[in-house]
């Protein structure tokens, strides 16, 4: 008989979770066993309090975590069967876990799973290569996958009129000092175990730049563009804005970036026009679509970069005292 998942489980999968991306790197999750079953929660301590007063990009980030943790078990032969937000009254879990019938994974688990450790956000420019139309459909289908949708912003027009929503949504958020002292306080220039390395954090930011950047790094670059003239922009969208819409779009966006890494694309993210409610709305009318944009992507060749730092698996597992 299945007696459920075990804490060996639970650790070996939870080392693949953590190398999600999140919201300044603040990774906003916790993760337990709970009569056998793996259950994935938002950590309200790390819930940044200007920048995501909604927890919006806390549950986005859990998302992306709960879909490598999926991948993870899958892959280790026991797939799991997930409930999202299984406890009405518990906003705060986000996900439930519970074996599956146990089967080999398949190939495609095993290639996004091998993608895992080499995904990392690129926020240096991208070179002129233009992205494959059969990559672009690709990133397509790993977002249809998970129940989301993808609408890649085609054209000079359309690229300029995005870049403009996202500067105003940028100004916004720049005139409010808490908004700015929050940013600071998760750039790291020494040894942390999270918040954003400063040599991660891409080149400092120009008005000249075609898309707004947020300032994380501390590399100085020369005057000029240096971006790519027509950057691959992609919105990634749930078909509404509940917190189960944000957990969709967490694991779809993780789909969507292990894609990217496996077909050897670079991407960088882009939320100031997703956590400014009048500029999603803007956004969302400009696209013409149904349900909530949640994300917006950067996609292209980059240049090799190097995966940010994550808390330890011990430090991010909650084990009752009968499971240790
Ligand atoms: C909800 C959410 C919003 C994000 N917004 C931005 C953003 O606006 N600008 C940016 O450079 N990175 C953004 N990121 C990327 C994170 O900063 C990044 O994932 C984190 O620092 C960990 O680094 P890694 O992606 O290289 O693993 C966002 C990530 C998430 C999940």
């Known amino acids: 008989m299945d007696t459920g998942f075990t804490v060996d489980h639970l650790r070996a999968a939870v ?6 991306p999140s919201l300044h790197n603040t990774q906003p999750w916790r993760f337990r066993l709970h009569d056998g079953g793996i259950e994935v929660a938002v950590d309200p301590l790390r819930r940044l309090p200007v920048t995501d007063p909604s927890g919006w990009g806390a549950r986005l980030s859990c998302g992306a975590a709960l879909f490598n943790l999926r991948l993870s078990l899958a892959v280790a032969g026991r797939p799991a069967r997930v409930r999202l937000r299984p406890y009405p009254n518990d906003p705060e879990v986000v996900a439930r876990l519970v074996p599956d019938r146990p089967r080999p994974p398949t190939p495609a688990q095993r290639t996004l799973h091998a993608a895992v450790p080499r995904r990392f956000s690129n926020r240096a420019p991208f070179g002129p290569d233009p992205v494959p139309a059969d990559l672009r459909w690709r990133l397509g289908e790993a977002a249809r996958a998970e129940r ?9 027009s359309a690229v300029n009129a995005f870049a403009e929503i996202a500067h105003t949504a940028h100004r916004v958020l ?5 908004y700015r002292a929050e940013l600071a306080d998760w750039v790291r220039t020494g040894p942390a175990d999270d918040g954003v390395p400063a040599a991660a954090g891409g080149p400092v930011s120009q008005p000249q730049d075609l898309l707004p950047t947020r300032d994380f790094g501390d590399r100085d670059r020369a005057p000029g563009r240096d971006f790519e003239a027509e950057p691959l922009v992609a919105v990634l969208g749930a078909p509404g804005n509940t917190s189960v819409d944000q957990i969709l779009a967490g694991q779809a966006l ?13 991407a960088s993210l882009l939320s100031q026009p997703i956590e400014v409610p009048g500029a999603r709305e803007v956004l969302r009318r400009s696209l013409g679509r149904f349900g909530t944009p949640q994300m917006v992507l950067r996609v292209g060749y980059g240049r090799p970069g190097w995966a940010t730092p994550r808390r330890d698996v011990d430090e991010v597992v909650d084990l009752l005292v009968d499971q240790v």
């Open 174 to 178: 720049h005139r409010e000092a808490a």
């Open 148 to 156: 989301c949708w993808l609408e890649l912003v085609i054209g000079v």
């Open 254 to 266: 993780q789909r969507v970036l292990l894609t990217a890494t496996d077909a050897g694309l670079s």
């Open 15 to 20: 080392r693949d979770a953590v190398r999600a």
